[in-house]
């Protein structure tokens, strides 16, 4: 009898053995050390785990292209990128999506009937404004587990780079213009993300403060200014909130590319900062794979044929040393081993986005920042009926453009918010502006580019005769002003920065209509940025800054208007009365330079130029350079009104010297008759005779619980010795001056309460920071004094930087 077997399946099954063998014989990631999963992956393995799967987009040249190896599209459609899975070796594909304000993933998907909506959250400088880094944890717990419960590995946030001029395309993106305000944000941001078990990546790295030429300009920068307000919020979410990996920004810093950039990525912070997650590529950023490579730049985002192919080749060559390579893949493997892909985390495709609108709700009712309110016209009280203006107020902007918009399932409009608050609002005109708006949208261009915003509607023009029988039914009037941006372009001063004259005459027609019945006039900013004030301001009864405040709008500038969440929200950026006073806009956006620029990205970037820019402000960015110079401003930085007034008594500090650190503590009370959070500011002045020093440097912040009428908090701070610091270029070190130091307490930076003073005995050296990040001989620097109370521009600032060195560690 034969078995029934015939030979060659015989063969084929010894061979299966024989596999199945040498597969159980390959180092498995997580099962077995890493280094030896890095020692039996191939060249063209490596390589393609440093490169990502790419991505493909119509119209984009095929050596951009992707994929590599693998594939993206099914994993999570919509995100932004993936990494190469090698299945030998138990590696599997991680995803990675956008982005600061929510989860950015495609809503629908072929094929399905249910659909995979995230929760638009309110924009990171409406969070900021909220000081309250609690809050802004609570929100990344919920935006962290949308992560996880979709499948994604890595959020591509948050982003804190400075709000170094009011026209930055991506501030809404941003946290401030100040960095330790950005720092604790984001630390708190990331420590919330992360509880879920999921990855986070703070961007961009660094002083990609501006989208104009954005993927080649040189940002040229004196090392002071770069260690104190540009790399310190990285430095603060990176030592307190340990996140796994971090986002390298698109331009070059002093000549060389952030993504090149040893100094940055490896000496400032691995060495220094002691980061040990992996840092990848902005998409597409950068211009020398293996540059970026050698430099630290672990991954290259999201991937393309052309980089595989020279890393591949400068293997082979030996110019790129093997082991380098290997270091970058270890560090690649050590986060895809946490990763909820790899440890097969449950996912259910279901978030609690019910639970999550109540966080989004609440957290942009607690930034929003009320710039006026004259004869207490908030809190309103329903049912008053309510005449709403603008078209925003029909049609709200949740959040910016590009990879920080989020697709959320829907929007509360203001008008639907004040509704559901038990407010009317008048027909009539809802009506009108419904028709227009309807109207309008139909003639809107589509966006010239993916990611690129549909221009605004034109604010609608309403006659005399609507607004004569609004204020006569009405019991006060609203309106809404919006103003959007995003990715890839800077604003603009004509209509977005000032008003337009269509919204300068909407002001001054609903004032005079509405004074004349002794009715009000409430102005609400739908904004992402920064805009002009000072020639209105006065106009309006009440300014209410909601900015964009994520998908439940309506209901949450509802709450803060009928005082249901009283307004706590303080200025985290500052408004200027003139835009020209801003230090920044003397040099903005930067220069094209003339010629071929030997250092641009290969081929043409989306039309950019070979450009460059000086941050000549240097250290004086926001309120450091406004309280130095004594520029007057239209909202001071720290600035916000409450229903209420606080006083602020008994500041005490622990010494009058100082030894180390410094406890200090002050006592707030609820003196009015409503009530609210008082946001307590702590600047420190410095003695500043070496160096010069802004007047005031904000070193701690504070939120007061929700305090009653009559009842107060005491907050307490700690100084620490790195709070008296400089960077000093000569020494290559933090240091603290001898002298006498004043601790301010504020409710604005120009509105000090309380101060005391401490002694420093000796001149201090806080801490070395050895990496040099500009050659010392390689650039001069002088900061001059400016014109107090002109809004002279950087009057007297000069700053070059004479010949190039390579930055080294
Ligand atoms: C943006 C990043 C974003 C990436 C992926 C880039 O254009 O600058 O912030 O994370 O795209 O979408």
Not at 116 to 126: D, G, M, R
Not at 127 to 137: F, K
Not at 390 to 416: C, F, P, R
């Amino acid at each position: 009898m034969t078995c029934g077997r015939s030979r060659s399946t015989l063969v084929s099954l010894a061979l299966l053995a024989a596999a199945t063998a040498a597969a159980e014989d390959l180092p498995q990631l997580g099962k077995s050390p890493t280094k030896d999963v890095v020692a039996a992956m191939t060249r063209e393995e490596k390589a393609s785990l440093v490169v990502g799967v790419g991505m493909r987009r119509p119209g984009m040249s095929a050596d951009r292209q992707g994929p590599v190896v693998g594939e993206t599209a099914k994993g999570v459609p919509g995100a932004a990128g993936t990494t190469v899975p090698i299945s030998r070796l138990g590696i599997p594909a991680i995803v990675l999506a956008d982005g600061p304000a929510g989860l950015r993933i495609a809503p629908k998907r072929e094929g399905e009937a249910r659909t995979y909506y995230c929760t638009a959250f309110p924009i990171e400088t409406l969070l900021a404004s909220s000081w309250d880094t609690d809050l802004v944890e609570s929100v990344g717990r919920a935006m962290g587990n949308e992560t996880r419960e979709y499948g994604v590995d890595v959020l591509l946030g948050p982003a804190l780079n400075t709000h170094r001029n009011p026209l930055g395309g991506r501030n809404f993106e941003y946290y401030s213009e100040d960095p330790l305000v950005s720092g604790r944000m984001a630390a708190a941001m990331v420590k919330g993300v992360q509880s879920q078990g999921v990855s986070t990546s703070p961007k961009h790295y660094v002083a990609n403060d501006h989208e104009w030429n954005r993927n080649v300009i040189d940002v040229k920068v004196s090392e002071r200014a770069l260690r104190e307000i540009y790399l310190r919020g990285f430095e603060i979410v990176v030592r307190d909130a340990r996140p796994w990996t971090v986002m390298s920004s698109y331009n070059r810093v002093n000549g060389t590319y952030t993504s090149e950039s040893p100094a940055l990525l490896t000496g400032v912070l691995r060495d220094e900062w002691g980061f040990e997650g992996l840092v990848m590529t902005d998409w597409f950023g950068g211009r020398d794979a293996v540059a970026q490579v050698k430099a630290g730049n672990d991954l290259l985002m999201p991937g393309t044929a052309r980089q595989k192919e020279a890393l591949l080749a400068a293997l082979e060559s030996g110019a790129l040393p093997e082991e380098v390579l290997d270091r970058n893949v270890a560090r690649i493997l050590e986060i895809i081993r946490r990763s909820p892909s790899f440890l097969g985390t449950p996912r259910s495709d279901a978030p609690d986005l019910q639970a999550h609108a109540r966080v989004a709700r609440d957290a942009a009712a607690q930034g929003m920042v009320l710039l006026r309110n004259e004869g207490g016209t908030l809190p309103l009280r329903a049912p008053a009926k309510l005449a709403l203006f603008g078209n925003t107020s029909y049609a709200m902007i949740t959040g910016g453009t590009g990879s920080g918009d989020v697709n959320e399932a829907y929007t509360i409009s203001l008008v639907e918010g004040l509704k559901a608050a038990g407010f009317a609002v008048q027909g009539a005109l809802a009506d009108g502006y419904a028709a227009y708006i309807a109207e309008e949208e139909k003639k809107r261009p589509a966006p010239a580019r993916p990611f690129q915003p549909k221009p605004p509607i034109p604010e609608r023009v309403v006659g005399p005769d609507a607004i004569a029988r609004a204020a006569r039914e009405a019991d006060a009037a609203l309106f809404t002003l919006g103003r959007n941006s995003g990715e890839f372009r800077d604003r603009v001063r004509e209509g977005d920065f000032d008003l337009t004259a269509v919204e300068k005459t909407l002001v001054q027609d609903l004032a005079a209509a509405f004074h004349a019945r002794k009715k009000k006039v409430v102005v609400v900013l739908n904004i992402g940025g920064v805009i002009e004030t000072a020639s209105w301001r006065d106009t309006p009864d009440a300014i209410l800054l909601a900015w964009q405040p994520g998908q439940e709008s309506g209901h949450a500038i509802a709450d803060v208007l009928a005082g249901k969440t009283p307004p706590s929200g303080r200025l985290a950026t500052t408004f200027p009365i003139r835009w020209e006073d801003v230090p920044s806009s003397a040099g903005f956006p930067g220069k094209v330079l003339e010629g071929p620029d030997p250092n641009a990205p290969p081929g043409p970037f989306r039309g950019d130029r070979a450009a460059e820019v000086e941050y000549a402000d240097d250290v004086f960015v926001g309120y450091r350079h406004f309280a130095t110079r004594g520029v007057k401003t239209a909202y001071p930085f720290g600035y916000g009104l409450s229903y209420t007034r606080f006083d602020h008594s008994g500041l005490r500090l622990r010494s009058a010297e100082f030894r180390g650190q410094l406890e200090a503590s002050v006592t707030v009370r609820n003196a009015g008759s409503a009530p609210g959070r008082e946001v307590v500011q702590l600047y420190v002045s410095a003695p500043g005779k070496a160096l010069p020093k802004p007047v005031l440097e904000l070193r701690g912040f504070g939120k007061t619980k929700t305090l009653r009428p009559g009842e107060e908090e005491t907050l307490s701070f700690t100084l620490t010795a790195r709070d008296l610091a400089s960077f000093d270029e000569a020494t290559s070190s933090w240091r603290a001056e001898a002298g006498t130091y004043t601790v301010k307490i504020g409710a604005s930076s120009e509105d000090i309460r309380q101060t005391a003073t401490f002694a420093l005995a000796a001149d201090e050296t806080v801490l070395p920071a050895p990496t040099r990040l500009v050659a010392a001989d390689s650039y001069r620097l002088s900061v001059g004094g400016g014109q107090p109370g002109t809004g002279a521009p950087t009057a007297g600032a000069a700053f070059s930087i004479t010949g190039r060195k390579e930055l080294s560690r």
